[in-house]
């Protein structure tokens, strides 16, 4: 099965010390820990307005990219990378924070809607929707209005290890679809045997 062409790898969060490993910034940790295999550093890009680096997954030559925008203009940051290296929606994968999975969580999707993720709204306004997402599970306060506050603190140690575990996952996903496509990656992520979705609140 031939593997899917992503050139921009992108994950979410909002920069600086104050929002470092809190669940918001799950897609940050999974861009870190590419660049870490890879053995490549992100840089500030002002032109830009992000962190980017070019490394080699898999084979494949692509760009990471870190949005320092804040939240929920994440798609200014993504256009202009996109733009400028002529990068087609198709090709981009979001990694983001995801209420609706339970921690420890991973599941990718091609194109869709924002489901309520500011980021994702913002980057859909400025690419539209076929962008590819590696949603990574952070839970759900149970209330609607608990939501904002429980997204930029820290979970506590055991959700944070199931989080991390996740986000090693949605790594792995990555090499999976560049050699053998989305299909593949998203039978490996669903085999993991992790909780179910998370109910509703």
Same mark, same amino acid.
């Given at each position: 099965?031939?593997?899917?062409?992503?050139?921009?790898?992108?994950?979410?969060?909002?920069?600086?010390?104050?929002?470092? *490993?809190? +669940?918001?910034? @799950?897609?940050?940790?999974?861009?870190?820990?590419?660049?870490?295999?890879?053995?490549?550093?992100? *840089?500030?890009?002002? *032109? &830009?307005?992000?962190?980017?680096?070019?490394?080699?997954?898999? $084979?494949?030559?692509?760009?990471?990219?870190?949005?320092?925008?804040?939240?929920?203009?994440?798609?200014?940051?993504? +256009?202009?990378?996109?733009?400028?290296?002529?990068?087609?929606?198709?090709?981009?994968?979001?990694? &983001?924070?995801?209420?609706?999975?339970?921690?420890?969580?991973?599941?990718?999707?091609?194109?869709?809607?924002?489901?309520?993720?500011? $980021?994702?709204?913002?980057?859909?306004?400025?690419?539209?929707?076929?962008?590819? *997402?590696?949603?990574?599970?952070?839970?759900?306060?149970?209330?609607?209005? @608990?939501?904002?506050?429980?997204?930029?603190?820290?979970?506590?140690?055991?959700?944070?290890?199931?989080?991390?575990?996740?986000?090693?996952?949605?790594?792995?996903?990555?090499?999976?679809?560049?050699?053998? $496509?989305?299909?593949?990656?998203?039978?490996?992520? &669903? @085999?993991?045997?992790?909780?179910?979705? &998370?109910?509703?609140?």
């Amino acid at each position: 099965m031939a593997g899917l062409p992503l050139t921009l790898i992108v994950g979410l969060g909002n920069p600086g010390p104050t929002y470092a *490993r809190t +669940r918001h910034n @799950a897609g940050f940790e999974l861009v870190d820990e590419l660049a870490r295999r890879a053995g490549v550093s992100l *840089r500030h890009q002002a *032109r &830009h307005q992000g962190e980017l680096a070019r490394a080699v997954i898999a $084979g494949a030559e692509l760009w990471l990219l870190k949005p320092m925008t804040f939240m929920n203009l994440s798609g200014q940051s993504v +256009r202009s990378v996109a733009a400028f290296y002529r990068i087609p929606p198709s090709s981009i994968l979001v990694a &983001h924070d995801e209420l609706d999975f339970a921690p420890g969580v991973v599941r990718l999707k091609e194109g869709g809607g924002a489901g309520g993720h500011n $980021g994702l709204r913002d980057l859909i306004e400025q690419l539209g929707d076929e962008f590819w *997402r590696l949603r990574i599970g952070i839970g759900h306060p149970g209330d609607r209005d @608990a939501v904002l506050d429980y997204v930029l603190h820290r979970p506590p140690a055991a959700e944070a290890e199931l989080i991390h575990e996740a986000v090693i996952a949605g790594a792995d996903a990555v090499s999976v679809m560049l050699t053998e $496509g989305g299909q593949k990656a998203m039978n490996r992520l &669903h @085999a993991r045997g992790a909780e179910g979705p &998370h109910p509703p609140a």
